[in-house]
């Protein structure tokens, strides 16, 4: 049960990240859609590094 709640956690917050690269991001088509293949597949390990490494600088 627990686990089955932190899938779905991570699965929200990386959609949230694909929405807020896609809303914000400054680089071209490409970057975004590499950036959210990343968030995507790792889910919340490209959670973390999105929110604190590169969230102000893309």
Do not use: E, Q
């Not at 709640?5 to 975004?32: E, H, P, Q, R, S």
């Amino acid at each position: 049960m627990l686990g089955t709640i932190i899938y779905v956690l991570g699965i929200v917050c990386a959609v949230w990240c694909v929405l807020d690269i896609f809303k914000t991001a400054k680089c071209g088509l490409l970057g975004k859609i590499i950036a959210s293949i990343l968030v995507l597949a790792f889910s919340w390990i490209g959670f973390a590094i999105y929110y604190f490494f590169v969230r102000g600088k893309i």
